[in-house]
């Protein structure tokens, strides 16, 4: 059963740093492509970026140079490292996963960064 459980996030200043955590069951991380979304209050939700079954990753523009996302394939978890946190990144964050054709969302977490 493919399962996607998130951890961290939570409140910080302006200027900090996040690390937010999704750990896969069900399928191996290194062998799917695994994305990050975030969706801010009262927007849709956007792509963050991926990493790719090959460990090739990619980031919006608007998160370039301060969020990296990487994957720990022994513990078979995916993270996102958010650094230079502004404002403007509040938003509920989830990770997710397309495997044997379907869609899997993590659960969500809030990330509240204040001035």
């Known amino acids: 059963q493919v399962q996607l459980v998130q951890s961290g996030g939570g409140l910080v200043q302006a200027g900090g740093s996040l690390r937010l955590s999704c750990a896969a069951s069900g399928f191996r991380v290194g062998d799917n492509n695994m994305d990050w979304y975030r969706q801010p209050p009262g927007q849709q939700r956007e792509l963050v970026g991926s990493i790719s079954g090959r460990g090739d990753t990619a980031v919006a523009d608007s998160v370039k140079g301060r969020f990296t996302i990487s994957r720990d394939n022994d513990k078979n978890t995916v993270y996102l490292q958010m650094n230079s946190l502004k404002p403007e990144d509040t938003a509920v964050y989830f990770c997710?996963?397309?495997?044997?054709?379907?869609?899997?969302w993590g659960q969500g977490t809030q990330v509240t960064v204040y001035s």
């Open positions: 997710k996963t397309d495997f044997s054709w379907s869609d899997y």
